[in-house]
Nanobody
């Protein structure tokens, strides 16, 4: 059974940084693409970033490009999201997700497994 556990969320001032981590278990981590999404209460789940199984390919939402970096450590079964120059509009619950395959995807329905989420709050 695949399990994903996010950590690293919290409260930060605008302009600050946070690094989110997502530890995966249950099947060979290095075989699957990973993604980060975020959700504001009452709104849909929004794509943030995705990374290929090897880590060689990444994709970002325009709203975070140049500020966020997704990476992974396959030896530790962990994917990261380094967030810098945070803005109040980045406030959301952040989820990591794993899909059955190696292709990058920006649509939530492409991902089969999800973590419980971690809250990120950016104060102005």
């Amino acid at each position: 059974q695949v399990q994903l556990a996010e950590s690293g969320g919290g409260l930060v001032q605008a302009g600050g940084s946070l690094r989110l981590s997502c530890a995966a278990s249950g099947r060979p981590f290095s075989a699957f693409a990973m993604g980060w999404f975020r959700e504001v209460l009452g709104e849909g789940r929004e794509f943030v970033a995705a990374i290929s199984p090897s880590g060689s390919n990444t994709r970002y939402a325009d709203s975070v490009k140049g500020r966020f970096t997704i990476s992974r450590d396959n030896a530790k079964n962990t994917v990261y999201l380094q967030m810098t120059i945070l803005k109040p509009e980045d406030t959301a619950v952040y989820y990591c997700a794993q899909r059955n395959g190696g292709a990058l995807g920006t649509i939530p329905s492409l991902y089969e497994h999800w973590g419980q989420g971690t809250q990120v709050t950016v104060s102005s």
